[in-house]
């Protein structure tokens, strides 16, 4: 089965810094991998969604890269604000899990003033 | 705004009691989706329909039945509700069988068996 795993679990960061979040999981034949934000008591918002044949994809502040055979993408923040402060969770697509995303347990992502 | 819409978003049920999570999406979508989150767990697949006419299980099936009433609509249905039901319970769509095609999810539904 499908594991994903993020790290760190919690981050706190100053207002400003650039900032990488990891995600790994460990069956590289994926079909896509998707990064969603969530707020707290709030749903997903998809963020970024990177196809398999994919390096990376890009919006406005953020930066996703997928390596695929090392099993694993990272979300760049760049020049954080505390709109930022989210939970934020990455997820894969595989041709195991069928339908099923295979999602980790999220990074908390705090920015301070 | 166009995307996926759940009802009710809280509900409390004492154990036993039963009652259907609703769901509906207006992008068009083919494929639909039930996902609970626990601390702790993450995210757990409940059921889907790849398709209008059809659902499967998913990860977690256990204690609940779904309808794929039409294109638009997927609702989920605890019959007897139990303390361990309670969750967060997300819908999501997505536009069909292409590996390629994201996600969109719902805001959610909070449960709280007692």
């Known amino acids: 089965k499908q594991e994903v795993t993020q790290i760190p679990a919690a981050l706190s960061v100053p207002e400003g810094e650039n900032l990488v979040l990891n995600c790994s999981f460990t069956?590289?034949?994926?079909?896509?991998l998707q990064w969603f934000r969530q707020d707290p008591g709030k749903g997903l918002t998809s963020l970024l969604l990177i196809q398999s044949s994919q390096r990376e994809q890009t919006s406005g502040r953020l930066n996703a890269s997928l390596d695929k055979s090392s099993g694993r993408s990272t979300l760049y923040i760049a020049a954080s604000q505390p709109g930022d402060s989210a939970t934020y969770l990455c997820a894969v697509r595989d041709s195991n899990s069928g339908y099923a995303l295979n999602f980790g347990k999220g990074t908390s992502l705090l920015v301070t003033p | 705004n166009a995307g996926v819409t759940q009802t009710p978003k809280f509900q409390v049920l004492k154990t036993g009691q039963s009652m259907t999570l609703q769901c509906a999406q207006d992008m068009n979508h083919n494929s639909m989706y039930w996902y609970r989150q626990d601390p702790g767990m993450g995210l757990r697949l409940i059921y889907y329909s790849a398709s209008e006419g059809t659902t499967d299980k998913g990860e977690v099936p256990n204690g609940y039945n779904v309808s794929r009433l039409n294109k638009r609509e997927f609702s989920l249905r605890l019959e007897s509700a139990a303390p361990s039901q309670t969750s967060v319970y997300f819908c999501?769509?997505?536009?069909?069988?292409?590996?390629?095609?994201?996600?969109?999810f719902g805001s959610g539904t909070r449960l709280t068996v007692v």
């Open positions: 069956d590289s034949a994926i079909y896509n």
């Open positions: 999501a769509s997505s536009e069909g069988a292409g590996q390629s095609n994201g996600y969109t």
